[in-house]
């Protein structure tokens, strides 16, 4: 059963996480400004500025500070710091227990992918999929991301989604999970994937070449994922062109994946790296309808 967070309110305590990549604290300052300028109060992680290598610190402060905002009466909810790597590394350490006793509001992106999956593996908890504070909300805002952002988190709305090109024809409801493709593919054998039946998958991903799109999504194939699905929607994919005179398209290649899974297919869903972009509850109910090119939310993803 999916466990729906409380919806974020003015004058309300957003934590800030950085469960990924280190990143320079002049980056996060930007957007913690503008959230403060917005009427929230901010409460950044006490390890959100600690660097490991390529990562915001060691595993375990990372953990931690997931675990202490989780845990704060006076957080209402939790926006992660930045992508990048580290995520995966978290996901063993975590106490779910304790996250399924004080649910919130959880805003992340890219890298979070893992982290997000594997609380609604865990926990039942809907959360939203589209921003970061370091990349999306500092001094150069996309008008269009940061109403999507808004209104995910105080409404737990997103879309109706219209003009989506149709790959296979049809319509289905169910569970919208998915995120960045390359995490979904990390997550597969793992203890942190939730069962993906019936479910509408959203998928998107940055800078890989198409023959590894084409790769990652033969993969779910083979693992008999893409089989369990309802329905896909298949966003941006950030960066992924052909070669120079090449004849097909990206395009081309998510098609040749997935058009005869006997299941509603579309592309072209705005949710990805790019800078205007849809923010997706995942875990929400959803109706796709492959024929009309419309993807639809058919409940509220906050309380």
Do not use: N
């Not at 790959?167 to 993906?196: D, K, M, N, Y």
């Not at 395009?251 to 869903?269: K, N, S």
């Amino acid at each position: 059963m999916a466990l729906k967070p409380e919806r974020l309110r003015p004058g309300d305590v957003i934590g800030i996480a950085a469960p990924a990549g280190a990143f320079k604290k002049e980056r996060l300052q930007p957007g913690i400004a503008y959230l403060e300028r917005a009427g929230y109060r901010v409460r950044v992680g006490a390890h959100a500025h600690d660097r490991k290598r390529y990562m915001a610190g060691e595993d375990e402060a990372r953990a931690e500070d997931l675990h202490a905002l989780f845990a704060d009466p006076e957080v209402r909810a939790i926006f992660a710091a930045r992508g990048g790597y580290g995520t995966t590394r978290l996901l063993d350490l975590l106490d779910y227990g304790l996250i399924r006793r004080s649910p919130k509001v959880f805003l992340g992106f890219s890298d979070t992918t893992a982290l997000q999956l594997a609380l609604y593996r865990h926990v039942g908890l809907i959360t939203c999929s589209g921003i970061t504070v370091c990349a999306d909300l500092g001094r150069e805002r996309e008008a269009f991301t940061e109403a999507a952002m808004w209104r995910a988190v105080c409404e737990g709305g997103a879309g109706p989604f219209e003009g989506l090109r149709p790959i296979a024809g049809g319509a289905a409801e169910g569970r919208l999970l998915g995120g960045c493709l390359s995490l979904v593919c990390a997550l597969q054998g793992t203890a942190h994937l939730p069962a993906f039946d019936g479910a509408i998958l959203a998928l998107e991903d940055v800078d890989e070449a198409p023959y590894r799109i084409d790769r990652m999504l033969t993969h779910l194939r083979q693992t008999g994922l893409l089989r369990q699905v309802a329905g896909i929607a298949l966003g941006h994919f950030e960066g992924a062109r052909p070669e120079e005179g090449a004849d097909w398209t990206v395009e081309d290649v998510l098609a040749d994946r997935t058009a005869d899974l006997d299941i509603p297919v579309v592309c072209g869903l705005p949710y990805g790296h790019q800078r205007r972009r849809a923010v997706l509850p995942l875990g929400a109910r959803a109706r796709l309808d492959a024929d009309a090119g419309r993807l639809e939310l058919l409940e509220s993803a906050v309380a």
